[in-house]
């Protein structure tokens, strides 16, 4: 399977703390992207980064990318108890998307 | 972006029978995916939907199970047939615009429960 890691499966941090989440991938990549579920939803889109950008932020998300590794972080800054739902990672190879097993998040308000 | 409808937004089904669910997008769209999520899982791509032409399925899903049709740019159905428990899942259609190639616009899933 193509599939992505991710660690950890589920995360539950206090309103306010920082959440960090990390994804691993299995093959060179041109892109890596990741989406956020609401419990029984569809998946939104956060953020892309590109295989050879290190870092990018977007307001309180922060994506780094260590392509030797073949691993990705995602940080949300400044937690609310509206970001509690599942983070997928998502690795893109030409026209193939392979999507992580997915963090489940709970922000305690 | 791509607004993406998809109906049902839920359905609960007898074992053996057959579902169809719809997805609709509101602009063109270059490729459609069908994918499965089931209980506390990530999604499994089931499918890219060919407009005009046979699906191209993933390794372990066929047509005789999910067949899908993509008449035109903006439509797409998959059907989930001779259901039986192990279906029940969350079933999600997903788009990839021109220009936008590496970015999916994903419906609101279907959530289907096979009893």
């Known amino acids: 399977s193509q599939q992505g890691e991710e660690d950890p499966q589920a995360l539950s941090i206090q309103e306010g703390e920082n959440a960090t989440m990390n994804c691993s991938y299995k093959?060179?990549?041109?892109?890596l992207q990741w989406y956020r579920q609401n419990s029984g939803r569809g998946l939104v889109h956060l953020i892309l980064i590109r295989s050879n950008e290190r870092e990018k932020h977007s307001g309180r998300l922060r994506v780094t990318l260590d392509t030797s590794k073949k691993s990705s972080s995602l940080l949300i800054t400044a937690s609310r108890a509206a970001d509690t739902a599942s983070y997928f990672c998502c690795s893109i190879t030409g026209n193939q998307f392979y999507f992580g097993t997915g963090t489940s998040l709970t922000v305690i308000p | 972006s791509a607004v993406i409808s998809q109906k049902p937004s839920r359905d609960i089904c007898q074992r053996g029978t057959s579902l169809t669910i719809q997805c609709q997008v509101d602009s063109q769209v270059t490729m459609m995916f069908w994918y499965r999520q089931q209980p506390g899982q990530s999604l499994t791509l089931i499918a890219t939907a060919n407009q005009g032409s046979e699906a191209t399925y993933e390794s372990g899903f066929v047509i005789d199970k999910f067949p899908i049709s993509r008449p035109n740019l903006t439509f797409s159905t998959l059907t989930v047939s001779n259901m039986s428990p192990e279906d029940s899942s969350i079933y999600l259609c997903?788009?990839?615009?021109?220009?936008?190639?590496?970015?999916?616009?994903f419906g609101p899933g279907t959530r289907l429960t096979v009893l």
């Open positions: 997903s788009v990839t615009r021109e220009g936008a190639l590496n970015e999916q616009f």
């Open positions: 093959t060179s990549i041109n892109n």
